[in-house]
């Protein structure tokens, strides 16, 4: 074995155990979902779907989806147009204002989230918008811009900029440079963006429970009042299908990559 497998096998144990310690809750909630007796006694006796029936008959419960679909679906636009025009023009920054600004984008990933769903709170009741759509939709957004302002960021320092000066040179425009030659290189940190502030505001509980309203819940906020309230194993179906889908729309990015690899390759190997 040599000195670099040495290293790298440690490392690779701890990232398998740590990752194991993040997934085993999960591991027992999915079981839950099945269960036949309205408990959460593990492990499960009987299994059934009637927990997941209920959560597709229950109005409380298909109502509160649709709003966080709708939500994350127009935060995920709005903040990856956003957080990619910020990323543009963090870039074009030197010295100590990139750094101050760099900050004070990230803000919202190291303010905590009661203290941000406090100060939101606030504001919202003296602007009237507490309990409305356009008010989570905004508070959402400004949490989800630094999700999308790191993979474009660093997207953009992987950017050549001498590809974007001969596209000038040829008479390539601001819109056509962008479109022909920048946005197909930075479309996969673009699109990580989007689908980090997309699952950022489908998960996202605190704020959306401080913003709630009786006509306006969000599936996170309908799971926590849920789960306060009663001995409800429809949690445990909510819950496996938020997991569910939130994997499956984390893993577009990557699949995405492996598709423009493969297709790279093949267009290198018909060149040869």
């Known amino acids: 074995m040599n000195e670099a497998t040495r290293i790298r096998l440690p490392i690779r144990l701890w990232a398998c155990v740590t990752a194991l310690l ?7 909630v999915v079981p839950l979902s099945f269960t036949g007796k309205r408990s959460f006694s593990f492990p499960i006796e009987g299994w059934s779907l009637q927990w997941y029936e209920k959560f597709f008959t229950d109005p409380n419960w298909l109502g509160s989806l649709g709003t966080s679909l ?15 025009c ?20 990230m803000l919202p990933i190291l303010i905590p989230g009661i203290v941000a769903a406090i100060a939101i709170f606030g504001l919202y009741l003296r602007w009237q918008l507490s309990g409305s759509a356009l008010g989570v939709i905004l508070a959402h957004i400004t ?21 974007t000066r001969a596209a000038s040179v040829l008479g390539a425009g601001p819109a056509a ?9 930075l479309l996969p940190g673009i ?16 704020v959306a ?32 299908l938020l997991l569910a889908f939130s994997t499956l729309i984390i893993l577009i990015p990557r699949l995405v990559q492996v598709v423009q690899e493969r297709r790279a390759a093949k267009r290198l190997g018909d060149v040869e």
């Open 86 to 105: 910020a990323a543009y023009g963090l870039k074009g920054l030197r010295g100590r204002l990139a750094a101050t600004a760099q900050v004070a984008m």
């Open 191 to 206: 699109l990580t963006g989007f689908v980090f502030a997309f699952v950022t505001s489908l998960d996202e509980v605190v």
């Open 22 to 28: 993040l997934v085993a809750p999960t591991l027992v």
């Open 70 to 84: 709708s939500v994350a679906v127009v935060v995920g636009v709005i903040a990856t147009v956003l957080g990619t």
């Open 143 to 163: 949490l989800a811009l630094p999700f999308v302002l790191i993979p474009v960021g660093t997207a953009l320092r992987g950017l050549d900029d001498t590809l």
């Open 209 to 240: 429970y401080f913003l709630q309203s009786p006509t306006l819940r969000t599936l996170p906020v309908q799971m926590y009042s849920s789960v306060t309230r009663e001995t409800d194993p429809s949690i445990a179906a909510a819950s496996t």
């Open 177 to 185: 440079r962008f479109l022909q030659v920048e946005l197909p290189i």
